[in-house]
């Protein structure tokens, strides 16, 4: 009887929680190759100017909340309307930027309340913090709607979103940016200044990872009134019936900027292989005897902890992503890149140039010579502000969103357009379709129709142009 009803409590509970019974996300099918023309270039667009930037925010939950403080951290925006369908969300949002002189209106009724946001003709960029499945939908009706879109990753969560995102920011001649913080990150716009230098050489091999333990301690299960734990109920949906790298864009980023993809460059080929899960089945059981909630996601099968996605380029480079947020493992994202004449570790941040590390103070010295000055002005900035406010590092403003806001106020090409999006993001259904069939390789799209031969490389870390925007 007991095991009767806890199989019902779990098929239940599975329903309503939206996760799909008995089927899996992971396709064994290869993706299909979709012919593209390309109707307008998006690299190297640069819009209309704007002096003030005025923002809507669909999904301000944790990280929602988050980016709301941070844009209105930045001088020179308004934000005028947030959206979530929990109205406690919306509550929570606004007490974060009271103080700041923003009176947004507010939208909560339904999965459908952004329409009437994205409707609006007195806003010009959308941020969306969805769960996953919305972030491509949602995007192409704001672009439709005369707006540029900020979304979180990921841009979409399948091929065919890819390129309907594509498709439709190069009709519209409306940017979609998918944020990606790593980027701008002080040392990577480093190491990102001394491989443009020529200083490793010949690029020749590169890594990143999304390693970070979410499933060890108490804190990460441990639910509240609203059933919000550490882990997050959305990623723990996430990993249920999928196998692959799940969250590539933050290690594979700063690499690709590095190798020029999409401008010198480009993918050509992946394959992708993953562990068994060691950690995620058992904690569900555990959690399951003493917490109801967790049952329906006891006897699932979740993703490989471990998933390794080797790439290789046209012009002969590899980059190696590693996907594990179920092992107990220090955090890891940009990791490595190697070329002819040395090589950049991260963790710990240290250079080579032969078969040894060189000394600290040596490279203490050459972080001061070729940190750029996108990010000394971004410092600059910083300062002038007071410092970074906020006390959970996704409520700071970062150098990604400064760069944002301030290529749009200057009418500047954006540092990270659709094309990266696309292409980050699409390594998780190429991933998750190669691991289905044993490590396939899989072909890359190429969502710039080969303008990626001639396209100019984007991310001015020299800032020839703008770094006029203030912090507040």
């Known amino acids: 009887m007991k095991n009767n009803r806890r199989e019902f409590i779990k098929v239940a509970g599975m329903a309503g929680a939206g996760i799909v019974v008995g089927a899996s996300r992971s396709k064994a099918e290869t993706p299909k190759t979709q012919v593209h023309k390309q109707s307008f270039n998006m690299h190297g667009y640069a819009a ?26 930045i001088e020179n925006v308004d934000i005028i309307a947030l959206c979530d369908i929990l109205p406690g969300n919306i509550e929570k949002a606004l007490k974060t930027i009271e103080g700041y002189g923003h009176n947004p209106d507010t939208y909560t009724d339904g999965e459908e309340a952004y329409k009437a946001l994205c409707d609006r ?13 919305f972030h ?30 594509v498709e439709t920011s190069e009709r519209t001649k409306k940017h ?15 190491i990102l200044n001394m491989a443009r230098d020529g200083f490793f050489g010949e690029l020749i091999h590169g890594e990143g ?4 333990d979410r499933v060890n301690g108490p804190d990460r299960w441990e639910r509240d009134a609203d059933n919000w734990f550490g882990y997050r109920p959305w990623r723990l949906k996430e990993n249920v019936g999928r196998n692959g790298n799940l969250y590539p864009q933050h290690g594979l980023g700063p690499v690709a900027q590095m190798m020029d993809l999409n401008y010198g460059d480009q993918m050509e080929y992946l394959v992708s292989i993953s562990s068994g899960d060691f950690t995620m089945a058992p904690k569900m059981k555990e959690l399951a005897e003493s917490d109801s909630y967790f049952e329906p996601y006891e006897g699932l099968k979740y993703r490989g902890n471990m998933n390794t996605t080797l790439i290789r380029t046209f012009k002969g480079r590899t980059i190696m992503l590693q996907h594990d947020i179920s092992s107990p493992r220090p955090g890891s994202r940009f990791q490595l890149i190697s070329g002819s004449k040395g090589i950049y570790e991260a963790r710990p941040p ?69 094309y990266d999006a696309a292409l980050w993001t699409a390594v998780t259904p190429l991933s998750e379709a190669s691991v289905a069939q044993q490590g396939k390789t899989m072909k890359v799209p190429d969502f710039t129709s080969g303008a990626w031969k001639t396209n100019k490389r984007g991310m001015d870390i020299s800032l020839k142009e703008g770094g006029t925007t203030n912090l507040v």
Request: proline share 4%; hydrophobic share 35%; aromatic share 8%.
């Open 48 to 73: 209309p100017k704007m002096d003030r930037v005025r923002m809507g925010l669909i999904g301000v939950g944790s990280r929602g909340s988050g980016t709301l403080n941070r844009f209105a951290s």
């Open 121 to 133: 003709n007195d806003i010009d960029l959308i941020y969306i913090a969805t769960p996953w499945k």
């Open 136 to 165: 491509a939908p949602i995007a192409v009706y704001a672009m439709e709607r005369d707006k540029h879109v900020y979304t979180e990753l990921p841009v979409g969560i399948s091929l065919e979103e890819c390129w309907q995102v």
């Open 176 to 190: 979609c940016f998918m944020g990606c913080g790593s980027c701008h990150d002080g040392m990577a716009a480093t």
């Open 209 to 212: 990872n999304y390693i970070h």
């Open 350 to 418: 240290r250079i080579a140039i032969s078969e040894d590390y060189m000394e600290e103070s040596e490279f203490k010295a050459l972080v001061e010579k070729y940190t750029p000055k996108m990010t000394r002005t971004f410092q600059e900035k910083v300062s002038q502000a007071g410092g970074i406010k906020g006390s959970r590092s996704y409520e700071r403003v970062t150098a990604s969103d400064w760069r944002l806001i301030d290529c749009l106020r200057n009418g500047l090409p954006l540092e990270m357009d659709v």
